[in-house]
């Protein structure tokens, strides 16, 4: 049996992979977070204006479109000072798979997957003004904290893609829906045995 337990934990281990420097990112997203879903006013702090999407941020990330680097709607961490400070993706859902674009000054960024907090994996990477996608696949993590690299950390983020949806599709809310109704009839079906002693 531990036998067993072990070629499990080294199967999932060998399959976890960072997603580093890609030009595609995911083969298959479930979605892909544009930052064209909401509208805000250049420089608005982004927090969960696109959790309804899949994903929330923070620190200091504000909604940056500067179009002459994204054909879209972009999130940079500045503008900050002379230094800008990590930050977090949050993810709605649990994902399995998780890449976005992302482009620094120079320099060498770091990418750690969390779950509950705890670190899962990381990664450092090259990364500099060209448009790359960066990210894990094969684990489960709810955030990527990303310290970006490069003079003054600055960095500028897009298409962030999920590897699972963040809105149940309609046949899991069927589900859900059947096994309240089981539960709900269930319960009445316990009251009336109750009633009847």
Do not use: H
Not at 83 to 104: D, G, K, L, M, R
Not at 146 to 156: F, I, W
Not at 178 to 196: C, E, I, M, N, T
């Amino acid at each position: 049996m531990k036998s067993c337990l072990v070629a499990l934990v080294l199967a999932a281990a060998l399959q976890a992979a960072p997603i580093s420097a890609s030009g595609t990112g995911l083969a298959s997203p479930a979605y892909t977070i544009t930052f064209s879903e909401v509208t805000l006013a250049q420089y608005t702090p982004v927090t969960n204006q696109f959790a309804a999407y899949g994903a929330s941020f923070g620190p200091n990330i504000f909604y940056d479109p500067q179009l002459g680097y994204f054909p879209t709607p972009a999130l940079g961490n500045f503008p900050c000072g002379d230094y800008c400070a990590p930050f977090s993706i949050y993810f709605t859902v649990p994902q399995t798979a998780a890449a976005f674009q992302f482009i620094t000054n120079a320099g060498t960024s770091a990418f750690t997957a969390k779950r509950l907090g705890v670190d899962v994996e990381t990664f450092s990477s090259p990364t500099d003004p060209t448009i790359l996608y960066y990210g894990f696949t094969g684990i489960t993590f709810d955030e990527i904290y990303v310290s970006p690299g490069g003079y003054n950390n600055a960095m500028l983020m897009d298409n962030l893609q999920l590897g699972s949806a963040a809105i149940p599709e309609p046949s899991s809310l069927s589900f859900l829906a059947l096994g309240g109704l089981a539960f709900w009839w269930l319960r009445r079906q316990d009251v009336a045995r109750s009633a009847s002693r």
